[in-house]
């Protein structure tokens, strides 16, 4: 079993338990707008009965996390997924679905956590992923993860800008993505930014 260990957050595997809040979160239509999508029509059973089958058959090519507060709250959902084996790259994505926790550091602190996990452990020579062009508190955050702009693109009839960070890159500044999640630790939520974070995932269970 994979958990891992941020400064404000935990990472730990998907469960059943989780389902009722992913569903909520599906539903929302602000929450939909940032992911690209649009809100889950489905009723709960249909969409519980998807989740668990998801769980017995995972995705090949992607991992799945629950974001969890360091007091066992689960706020969120962060992954890796489309895994390239010959290029050794993935795309990421990240929902903080609780309001109470956007802008609060915890996506930050989950996008960190989960990029370390990817090129130390993993060893992926390439993470990326897509924000919508109007998001650009999304973008800010993202940059501060240490992605960096690659081009505009269109995906889902909507343009998207394509972000990137590399192993090497990385490297060179986990150090002080680790001292910065140390750093924010012990900040206050209420003193930071609301800033909500959500990236376009491929649909599934797990979306949210």
Not at 29 to 47: C, F, G, H, K, V
Not at 117 to 133: C, E, I, M
């Amino acid at each position: 079993m994979v958990q891992l260990q941020g400064a404000r957050i935990v990472l730990r595997e998907k469960r059943v338990e989780d389902a009722e809040r992913d569903y909520i979160w599906r539903c929302d239509p602000e929450i939909a707008r940032l992911d690209a999508t649009y809100p889950l029509t489905m009723n709960y059973e249909r969409y519980l009965k998807m989740f668990q089958d998801q769980l017995r058959y995972p995705t090949p090519g992607s991992q799945h996390f629950a974001i969890e507060t360091q007091d066992g709250k689960f706020i969120g959902n962060c992954m890796y997924y489309d895994l390239d084996t010959l290029n050794m790259e993935a795309e990421l994505g990240i929902v903080i679905g609780d309001r109470e926790y956007w802008g609060n550091t915890y996506g930050y602190d989950a996008v960190t956590t989960l990029l370390d996990y990817a090129f130390s452990q993993k060893n992926l020579k390439r993470v990326y992923l897509h924000t919508l062009d109007w998001n650009k508190r999304a973008q800010k955050c993202f940059t501060r993860c240490g992605f960096a702009p690659v081009k505009m693109v269109r995906r889902f009839s909507q343009d998207f800008l394509l972000m990137e960070v590399r192993r090497d890159d990385w490297l060179a500044t986990a150090e002080g993505h680790l001292e910065a999640r140390c750093l924010y630790k012990d900040t206050a939520p209420e003193s930071q930014s609301r800033t909500p974070v959500s990236e376009p995932r491929p649909p599934s269970a797990f979306s949210r």
